[in-house]
């Protein structure tokens, strides 16, 4: 083995053209096939069934339930209600971290939204548990349930994940008294719930000391972290097994209650305990997007330019615990304006905690910010695009920093070509198609943050010349597996066929957060720097090897491509990365690295991803059915890893657009407190019948300030700027201005 001389801390040059490219799918055989495993796949020897039962009613107590009939049912083991529920390490409502918000766990027999676990029952097969929760037939003294916005409001602590409830900018009295026109618009968004194909569901093993969990999550790490506090463990033996999520949404990242119970049975009963929630218990006690009521007053000069923008929401939050939704964020980055103000305040419902769900904040404020803008586009008699552009913002309009890169006006102009805008009638009701059908066009603009969280990843370099990636990565059906890959590859000099990821598990490198759209750009800035690391460390071995023909040439000076590494200025001094380890006698090399925003990059820029939707819409004028019948949306998310499952990201993302526009809500009876929709019958998700044209563009964008590899982020954006595109596309077609959501037929049965 060579004396190895630690050379200056750089990284080497490596080369490879892995990003870039539309790979398929790296998991997409195993999942066609069946063979890609979700948590209640699992089924260790000597399993036991979990049922859990849940209030039937939204405020109130449970009185009685008949848990001796449950007792009695055959095969079933055990029932726990508040009588003898397990104790915790923690106060159940305890906050161990902000995500970890969701905590009953039949502390007593309050109630406090519909849907909140009240026993459960463990039984040998499923059926019997199922039977036995049935019996219980729960007793309840109920209480009038608060319901809707027309409630004391009250100042809120924080917004979305900490943000204040009001920033402000200029002289918004100013701004609104002095302007040519001012408009205002009220908006209302529903609550929504994320429903993910895959319903929550735990496998929960206590196995030589350490507790195994098979369940979804999309940060393993913190996951673990939070079971571990309320039970009171070492992190270190919580090992969460989590490689596939049928769908996330922001839902999964959280420790839930439930899935506290399903532990702590498994370790009173010492078996392993399975639980997954039937659909209806989505609704309620794993998180949700909270209704909004948002306020939006917009001043003009004479040619339509902003003077003040006034965003003020009501966010329906639980009454026990606090969510807000930060939908006046949208007001703080869309427009430019002299005088900005985004405030907030909180009404208390009896309704589980809401949550972040895919783009929190953006997706409800550019909802009704966007259709405040074509309200104000009309009173100023501009063309809705031309209006966005002339209240474009160069700089961050609450900040003034300037963007690390904004390719928005890019995506203006080619949506708006791809899309035919040219020639849109000013006025509305002006179009029809051969049918009869109003056709109307709209548009809004896409915005979405790119927040960094940190991350964890090794690399390590194989006696053959190939890697193997470690970090607990996981893939909710984004595509993470595959552009990690890619990622990878390039990151070592090789090929993507060359590197395993091994991921999946909490036990390896924490991959972080999959959330905020930050997953590519901050698990992929670990793996970047894993791999550089390692390549630093090979190129120290070589150069100070005086058998390598790479000998003295320092790590700033070679090329890592292809499994070799070269000399920059001569080409012809190369050597194999196999041969590199061989001579020094290694049987493997490992590097690490961190992905995380720099340190100051905060202070210096504003970092979004910018987007331009354009929607049309046909209406029947007799039935006032909506159909959207073209979806273009342009997007400028900075450097591209795999350019096909950001297409796939970014037009589902619009598809739930449509779904925000036209189909979600949950329907909360005034009565009860009840949602009356619990299932896919009646809560309505846009289909493939509902989307027949979603066009992607992506426009080129480099970020030199972002971060290292460039990449802005594509999860969520999507869904901003297109309900709103829609919304105002319906009222092209019809004249009529429906101002919340869904857009539903009864409220266009008048045209
Ligand atoms: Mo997302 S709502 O950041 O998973």
């Known amino acids: 083995m060579p004396d190895v001389t630690p050379l200056p801390a750089a990284t080497p040059i490596r080369m490879g053209s892995n990003a870039g490219q539309p790979r398929t799918r790296a998991d997409g055989l195993l999942k066609v096939t069946g063979r890609a495993t979700y948590a209640a796949d699992n089924h260790p020897a000597g399993m036991a069934q979990a049922v859990l039962v849940t209030a039937a009613i939204a405020r109130g107590r449970v009185t009685a339930m008949n848990v001796e009939a449950a007792r009695a049912h055959p095969g079933v083991v055990e029932v726990y209600t508040p009588a003898n529920r397990p104790e915790l390490a923690l106060e159940p409502d305890?906050?161990?971290?902000?995500?970890?918000?969701?905590?009953?766990?039949?502390?007593?027999?309050?109630?406090?939204?519909?849907?909140?676990?009240?026993?459960?029952?463990?039984?040998?097969?499923?059926?019997?548990?199922?039977?036995?929760?049935?019996?219980?037939?729960?007793?309840?003294?109920?209480?009038?349930?608060?319901?809707?916005?027309?409630?004391?409001?009250?100042?809120?602590?924080?917004?979305?994940?900490?943000?204040?409830?009001?920033?402000?900018?200029?002289?918004?009295?100013?701004g609104l008294s002095e302007a040519a026109s001012t408009t205002e618009t009220v908006v209302e968004t529903p609550p929504q719930y994320h429903n993910a194909m895959e319903t929550h569901a735990i496998v929960a093993e206590w196995k030589d000391g350490k507790l195994y969990l098979d369940t979804p999550t999309q940060a393993p790490g913190m996951s673990a972290a939070g079971f571990a506090a309320w039970l009171g463990l070492d992190p270190a033996d919580v090992v969460i097994r989590s490689p596939f999520l049928g769908g996330g949404f922001g839902s999964k990242a959280a420790v839930v209650g439930a899935f506290l119970l399903a532990i702590q049975a498994a370790k009173l009963l010492d078996r392993p305990v399975k639980l997954a929630l039937a659909r209806h218990q989505m609704?309620?006690?794993?998180?949700?997007?909270?209704?909004?009521?948002?306020?939006?007053?917009?001043?003009?000069?004479?040619?339509?330019?902003?003077?003040?923008?006034?965003?003020?929401?009501?966010?329906?939050?639980?009454?026990?615990?606090?969510?807000?939704?930060?939908?006046?964020?949208?007001?703080?980055?869309?427009?430019?304006?002299?005088?900005?103000?985004?405030?907030?305040?909180?009404?208390?419902?009896?309704?589980?905690?809401?949550?972040?769900?895919?783009?929190?904040?953006?997706?409800?404020?550019?909802?009704?910010?966007?259709?405040?803008?074509?309200?104000?586009?009309?009173?100023?008699?501009?063309?809705p695009l031309e209006f966005r552009l002339r209240n474009y913002a160069e700089t961050?309009?609450?900040?003034?920093?300037?963007?690390?890169?904004?390719?928005?006006?890019?995506?203006?102009?080619?949506?708006?070509?791809?899309?035919?805008?040219?020639?849109?009638?000013?006025?509305?009701r002006q179009m029809t198609?051969?049918?009869?059908?109003?056709?109307?066009?709209?548009?809004?603009?896409?915005?979405?943050?790119?927040?960094m969280f940190g991350a964890e990843a090794r690399a390590t370099l194989r006696a053959d010349g190939t890697a193997v990636i470690e970090t607990a990565l996981i893939d909710m059906g984004q595509g993470s597996w595959t552009a990690m890959a890619q990622i990878a590859a390039d990151s070592?000099?090789?090929?993507?066929?060359?590197?395993?990821?091994?991921?999946?598990?909490?036990?390896?490198?924490?991959?972080?957060?999959?959330?905020?759209?930050?997953?590519?750009?901050?698990l992929g800035l670990a793996i970047d720097n894993a791999g550089g690391d390692t390549i630093r460390q090979l190129a120290e071995i070589a150069s100070s090897d005086p058998d390598s023909p790479l000998h003295g040439t320092g790590n700033t000076r070679v090329v890592a491509r292809g499994g070799r590494l070269y000399a920059q200025d001569d080409e012809s001094r190369s050597e194999s990365y196999a041969d590199i380890l061989a001579r020094a006698g290694r049987e493997t090399l490992s590097g690490e690295g961190k992905g995380a925003r720099g340190e100051n990059d905060a202070n210096d820029h504003s970092f979004q991803s910018h987007g331009a939707v354009f929607a049309e819409v046909k209406v029947d004028p007799d039935l006032g059915q909506v159909r959207v019948?073209?979806?273009?949306?342009?997007?400028?998310?900075?450097?591209?890893?795999?350019?096909?499952?950001?297409?796939?990201?970014?037009?589902?993302?619009?598809?739930?657009?449509?779904?925000f526009a036209l189909h979600e809500g949950?329907?909360?009876?005034?009565?009860?407190?009840?949602?009356?929709?619990?299932?896919?019958?009646?809560?309505h998700v846009s289909v493939n019948s509902d989307a027949p044209s979603v066009k992607v563009l992506t426009i080129p964008e480099e970020d030199a300030f972002v971060n290292p590899l460039g990449v802005k982020g594509v999860g969520e954006i999507g869904v901003t700027g297109t309900a709103g595109a829609i919304a105002n596309a319906i009222w092209h077609a019809t004249g009529k201005r429906v101002t919340s959501y869904p857009i539903r037929l009864e409220e266009l049965l008048d045209l």
């Open 94 to 174: 305890a906050k161990p971290s902000f995500f970890s918000k969701l905590t009953e766990t039949l502390q007593d027999d309050t109630v406090r939204y519909e849907g909140q676990p009240i026993a459960l029952v463990v039984a040998e097969t499923l059926e019997a548990a199922t039977e036995a929760a049935r019996l219980l037939a729960p007793q309840y003294a109920a209480e009038t349930a608060r319901v809707g916005f027309d409630l004391a409001p009250y100042a809120p602590e924080s917004v979305g994940f900490g943000f204040p409830i009001e920033m402000s900018k200029g002289d918004i009295a100013a």
């Open 283 to 383: 609704f309620g006690h794993v998180f949700h997007r909270g209704a909004t009521r948002q306020t939006i007053k917009l001043g003009m000069d004479a040619e339509g330019r902003l003077t003040a923008i006034d965003h003020h929401t009501t966010a329906v939050t639980a009454a026990f615990e606090e969510f807000i939704e930060g939908a006046s964020g949208a007001a703080r980055t869309t427009y430019a304006a002299p005088a900005i103000r985004a405030s907030h305040d909180g009404v208390r419902n009896d309704v589980g905690v809401p949550g972040a769900m895919r783009a929190p904040g953006e997706a409800s404020g550019s909802a009704a910010l966007e259709i405040a803008a074509d309200v104000a586009a009309e009173a100023a008699g501009l063309d």
């Open 396 to 428: 961050d309009p609450m900040s003034g920093l300037p963007y690390s890169s904004k390719a928005l006006r890019e995506c203006y102009a080619e949506g708006a070509r791809e899309f035919g805008w040219a020639g849109r009638p000013l006025a509305p």
């Open 433 to 451: 198609d051969d049918a009869g059908m109003l056709v109307g066009w709209g548009v809004g603009t896409a915005t979405f943050p790119c927040p």
């Open 492 to 522: 070592l000099g090789l090929d993507v066929e060359q590197v395993e990821i091994r991921g999946g598990v909490s036990d390896l490198p924490d991959s972080g957060v999959a959330g905020g759209s930050g997953y590519t750009a901050t």
């Open 629 to 659: 019948t073209r979806l273009v949306g342009a997007f400028a998310a900075g450097r591209i890893i795999n350019p096909r499952m950001v297409e796939s990201q970014l037009s589902g993302g619009m598809i739930w657009g449509i779904s």
């Open 666 to 683: 949950a329907e909360m009876d005034p009565r009860t407190g009840r949602i009356l929709n619990r299932d896919f019958g009646e809560y």
